[in-house]
C-alpha cells in the first residue's frame, strides 16, 4: 500500500487510539494490519457482523493467517444464539482502551463509532410480546407504518431507509413509553471522545469500489463462503442480527433451489454495493470531523 495513503496514519502517537471507518471493500483491514505490525498495536473490530464465529469468509473478516500478524481483539467471538447489540460491544472495548500502545479501532458499523465517541444509553431490552408486534406490523404494512408513530425528533435522528432502525425506535416508545429522542438526551459522556483519538474514514471512489467488491464476493466463495451458509442453512432465520450478514440471503436462496448461483451472485453483489452507498453516505452525514482519506491514493 503506497506511503502516501498511511503516512496520513503513520504519525499518530502510540499513546493515542487509532479509528478506521469506512465502507465495506475500502481496504481498512489492510489498512490496520500494516500500522499494527508497525507500531505493535492490537486491532480492535467495530463491525457488527465480524463478531460472529459462523461468519469468517462473508463478514470479510481477517484470515487466520492475518490474525496470526497482529493481536486482533473482538473477532468471531460471538455464537448466533447469543444476543450481542453495540451495547455489549462498548463494554466489551472499554478495558481495551487502557493498552499501550493504543489500539487501532477499525470498521464498517458507524453506530458503534458514534457509540464509542459520542456515548451511549443504556435503554431496557424490548420485551418478547413487544418485539413481536412490531414484526407483524413491519411485515404487513412496512416499516412505514412504524414510523407515522414516532414523534419528528426521533424520525429525524434515523436512517428511514433501515427497517429494523425504525422498529427499534418504535419499540423503544411502546415498551418504555418514552421517545428514542427522550433517551438519547440522556446519553452519557464517551468513553474516548473524538478530542482524545485519531479518526480516519476511507472515502472510496465508487467505481473503485464497486470493482473491488465484485472480486472480493468470487473470492469469498471460493474460499468457503457458501460452507458458512450450509451450515447454518437449518437454522436460518432471516430477522436474527447474525443474519444480516450481506450475501447470505442469496446464498441461503441458492442452497434451497430458489436461485441459479448465478442470480444469487448477482444479486448479492448488488446488495453489497447498495450497502456500501449507504455506508458512505452515513460516513459523510455523521462523521464530518474525522479525518478523511481518498482511496485509491
Not at 479509528?19 to 457488527?48: C, E, F, H
Not at 470479510?60 to 468471531?76: D, I, N, V
Request: proline share 7%; glycine share 6%; charged share 25%.
Amino acid at each position: 500500500m503506497a506511503s502516501k495513503y498511511l503516512s496520513q496514519i503513520e504519525n499518530t502517537s502510540l499513546d493515542t487510539p487509532v479509528l478506521i471507518a469506512g465502507p465495506t471493500a475500502s481496504g481498512k483491514s489492510a489498512t490496520a494490519l500494516r500500522l499494527a505490525r508497525a507500531q505493535g498495536r492490537s486491532i480492535v473490530n467495530a463491525d457488527a457482523l465480524q463478531v460472529y464465529a459462523c461468519w469468517r469468509v462473508l463478514s470479510a473478516r481477517p484470515s487466520a493467517e492475518e490474525e496470526a500478524q497482529a493481536p486482533h481483539l473482538l473477532y468471531g467471538h460471538v455464537s448466533r444464539e447469543v444476543p450481542y447489540s453495540v451495547g455489549h460491544w462498548l463494554r466489551e472495548v472499554a478495558p481495551l482502551l487502557s493498552q499501550r500502545p493504543a489500539p487501532i479501532i477499525i470498521g464498517g458499523t458507524g453506530l458503534y463509532f458514534r457509540a464509542l465517541t459520542e456515548g451511549l444509553v443504556e435503554i431496557p431490552e424490548t420485551p418478547p410480546d413487544i418485539r413481536r408486534r412490531a414484526d407483524t406490523i413491519r411485515k404487513s404494512a412496512g416499516h412505514e407504518a412504524l414510523l407515522a408513530a414516532l414523534d419528528a425528533q426521533t424520525a429525524a435522528g434515523l436512517d428511514l431507509q433501515n427497517p429494523m432502525r425504525v422498529q427499534r425506535a418504535w419499540e423503544v416508545q411502546e415498551a418504555t413509553g418514552k421517545s428514542l429522542s427522550d433517551w438519547q438526551k440522556e446519553t452519557p459522556p464517551p468513553l474516548l471522545p473524538l478530542s482524545k483519538a485519531a479518526a480516519f474514514v476511507l472515502d472510496a471512489e465508487k467505481a473503485w469500489l464497486n470493482a473491488r467488491i465484485e472480486q472480493r464476493f468470487d473470492i469469498m466463495v471460493e474460499n468457503g463462503a457458501l460452507d458458512e451458509a450450509r451450515a447454518v442453512e437449518p437454522d436460518w432465520d432471516p430477522t436474527a442480527p447474525w443474519a444480516k450478514a450481506i450475501g447470505a440471503p442469496e446464498l441461503i436462496a441458492y442452497l434451497r433451489g430458489e436461485l441459479s448461483l448465478a442470480d444469487a451472485r448477482a444479486a448479492a453483489i448488488v446488495s453489497t454495493r447498495q450497502y456500501a452507498k449507504r455506508q458512505r453516505t452515513w460516513f459523510r452525514a455523521r462523521m464530518g470531523q474525522w479525518n478523511r482519506i481518498s482511496v485509491p491514493s
